[in-house]
């Protein structure tokens, strides 16, 4: 009985200590913790092999989610409201405006950069239609490969989608063009180096399970490019998910494991003589620092990026098929991010003989000489917020755009930031002259 009551002590004391802490935690405000994700209920599956898209509002400006959800908090930002329209993006209703609202009209395709962390008003998507009195049409989805936005891009524009093992009905289930939505008579690709090489080769590399955005496959073996699928848990990743949105203490505990876990493994895996050291490859290089591999030993990956620069001049092309002009926007290589996992990577490789690099920091250079060899025209943002706070290089150390251009906690745009990419844009277009713009 004594025994009994002594667990039970144990027990409360632990629940309030938790409880002291997560109080404390809200007290001091500890912001580096706060909530980040995307909002439950807001993405849904589409077709029947795993893709996802933002839900489709009906022509109706908000989304109902369940218990009021539709209210997205993210990172320094206050709450603010997130909503599909008719064709499943985060912008005003297309029937709801006018007939000619969509006349000659800018369609943008992109992942969260463009759907942005920030109020619709405060993206740069919506920025720039203020800039140039026409209708942007922002159609970016979080956590979008290139190869998905091609997918919805097409579904949009109610042009046949052909995908391998998957039937026109399977890739687009809207199934048709709405009618108040012309063709455009520009497309931007935005576009994020590090996430749309690796997300076209696991693709679907997410999808929906219990109403929120999961892992559906990853990178088994960095050598080989095997894929697993990730195993099938009921229930977890929706209490993970819960708990994160709820409490800041098991943020800081599901930050530290993985942070505690990536350094004991590095410590014993690093005195290793075989390359089977670099195993599990999340730590030696990201699934956000892949596209730095060096191809030429890597066969898997320099196969996967022919395959995915194919997807890019696919956007071309079906630009040149609707009589569209079409602009590519380069966004996200980012040193803040890479910095750390590059220096590991280095570190690793003075095992090796010295030509034995694994990874190339200017394989960017590939990606932009694709461009001018197809004669894609092309705004390197990226160099453009480099210069402007001056970053010389990927493994630069210091966080210089950190509540400059993106979030304090976080690599996507803030406020400032998406103010930054409308300009660059709207000046982009202006000199080059790829619409007809009026100068403001």
């Known amino acids: 009985m004594h025994g009994k009551k002594n667990v039970l002590t144990i027990i409360v004391s632990v629940i309030v200590s938790l409880l002291i802490i997560e109080f404390s935690l809200r007290i001091i405000g500890f912001k580096e913790y706060e909530f980040k994700g995307y909002p439950p209920y807001y993405l849904t599956t589409v077709g029947n092999y795993d893709n996802f898209d933002i839900k489709d509002g009906d022509g109706h400006l908000t989304i109902q989610f369940n218990d009021t959800r539709s209210k997205f908090i993210f990172n320094d930002s206050k709450p603010h409201t997130v909503w599909g329209n008719?064709?499943?993006?985060f912008d005003n209703s297309i029937s709801q405006g006018p007939d000619h609202q969509y006349d000659n009209y800018i369609l943008?395709?992109?992942?969260?950069?463009?759907?942005g962390y920030v109020p619709h008003h405060k993206n740069w998507a919506y920025l720039l239609e203020e800039k140039i009195n026409r209708s942007v049409l922002n159609c970016g989805v979080p956590a979008y490969s290139t190869i998905q936005q091609l997918y919805k891009t097409k579904n949009i524009l109610g042009m046949h989608i052909h995908v391998k093992n998957h039937t026109k009905?399977?890739?687009?289930?809207?199934?048709r063009r709405h009618r108040h939505l012309t063709k455009p008579s520009l497309i931007i690709l935005q576009y994020t180096f590090n996430n749309d090489f690796l997300g076209d080769y696991l693709f679907p590399q997410f999808k929906v399970k219990n109403n929120i955005l999961t892992t559906n496959k990853k990178l088994s073996n960095i050598f080989d490019g095997s894929i697993r699928y990730k195993e099938e848990n009921k229930y977890w990743d929706k209490v993970k998910y819960d708990l994160n949105q709820k409490f800041y203490l098991f943020r800081v505990l599901h930050r530290s494991h993985?942070?505690?876990r990536e350094k004991i493994e590095y410590f014993f895996n690093k005195k290793e003589d075989s390359p089977d050291f670099l195993m599990p490859p999340r730590f030696v290089l990201t699934s956000l620092d892949l596209s730095y591999l060096n191809f030429e030993k890597f066969p898997w990956a320099k196969k996967a990026w022919k395959a995915h620069l194919k997807n890019i001049l696919e956007f071309k092309k079906i630009s040149d098929d609707v009589?569209?002009?079409f602009l590519f926007v380069f966004w996200g290589n980012l040193p803040e991010h890479s910095h750390?996992?590059?220096k590991q990577t280095f570190d690793m490789q003075k095992q090796f003989k010295k030509e034995d690099h694994l990874i190339v920091l200017n394989n960017d250079k590939l990606l932009f000489e694709f461009l001018e060899q197809n004669n894609i025209n092309y705004l390197n943002l990226s160099k453009l917020a480099w210069d402007l706070v001056g970053y010389k290089s990927l493994?630069?150390?210091?966080?210089?755009l950190r509540d400059v251009l993106i979030w304090r906690n976080d690599n996507h745009p803030n406020f400032e930031g998406n103010k930054f990419i409308s300009e660059k844009i709207y000046n982009k277009l202006l000199d080059d002259n790829i619409i007809d713009i009026e100068a403001n």
């Open 86 to 89: 008719e064709v499943g993006c």
């Open 108 to 115: 943008v395709a992109g992942d969260s950069n463009s759907w």
């Open 169 to 175: 009905k399977d890739i687009n289930p809207r199934g």
């Open 258 to 260: 993985y942070f505690l």
């Open 323 to 325: 009589g569209a002009e």
């Open 340 to 342: 750390n996992h590059f």
């Open 395 to 400: 493994t630069d150390e210091g966080e210089k």
